[in-house]
């Protein structure tokens, strides 16, 4: 019930970018998106709704497939900032965070 | 507004030790939600509360942990007996509205070591 995200880690230089996918095997009303530094708790990016809504960070684009049950999120331009661990989180009957995707940005 | 409040920030007990986490929501949100995170299981949903009524707490691992929340700004999660398996961080996450729909703000957390 845990969706899957991919990949699990990922190293980028800045300026370049990056695609974090996550599945679910539930029918899902939404994804969430938050990304966690070492040490701190999860922030939030952005949420997309089944219909097509999205509310979240100007900055940051991501897709969701109700279909597929599938999200991914779109890094562009990384910045150092960005380094930390995504997570999606999707909501249908229950509420389930992903496994997780680790990125690093260097110089 | 201080965003959702966590104490203890760090917990160390022994084993068989009851523990109490506290948290206070954001002030008008009125689900609140607690969180577990560990290496091996990520962040697993153990309870969330609307309205200060526990909606579903099929994520609890055992009669061990219980969780209340007596009114809008206070909630607790206790584990009693406290088992070494037991230590992760522990976050406590508030909303507006529906749960799903909407971003969870978290708290910054309780580490507790259970030795």
């Known amino acids: 019930q845990q969706p899957v995200q991919s990949p699990q880690a990922v190293i980028l230089r800045e300026g370049e970018d990056a695609v974090i996918n996550c599945s679910s095997s539930?029918?899902?009303?939404?994804v969430h998106w938050y990304r966690q530094k070492h040490g701190e708790a999860p922030v939030f990016l952005m949420i997309l709704l089944k219909g097509g809504e999205q509310k979240g960070h100007e900055k940051i684009s991501a897709s969701f497939n109700e279909k597929k049950q599938q999200s991914s999120l779109y890094l562009t331009a990384s910045q150092l900032s960005y380094s930390g661990t995504y997570f999606c989180g999707t909501g249908g009957n229950q509420f389930y965070f992903g496994t997780g995707t680790s990125l690093t940005v260097i110089p | 507004d201080a965003g959702v409040i966590q104490s203890p920030r760090h917990e160390v007990t022994e084993m068989g030790q009851e523990v109490t986490l506290r948290c206070k929501p954001i002030s008008g949100h009125d689900y609140l939600f607690w969180y577990r995170q560990t290496m091996m299981r990520g962040l697993e949903l153990l309870i969330y509360f609307n309205n200060n009524v526990p909606i579903d707490d099929s994520g609890m691992p055992e009669d061990r942990f219980s969780a209340k929340m007596p009114n809008a700004s206070f909630s607790t999660l206790k584990i009693q007996p406290s088992e070494p398996r037991d230590s992760a961080v522990y976050f406590c996450?508030?909303?507006?509205?529906?749960?799903?729909?909407?971003?969870?703000?978290f708290g910054p957390g309780t580490r507790l070591t259970v030795l």
């Open positions: 996450a508030s909303s507006q509205q529906g749960p799903w729909y909407n971003e969870q703000f």
């Open positions: 539930k029918a899902l009303y939404s």
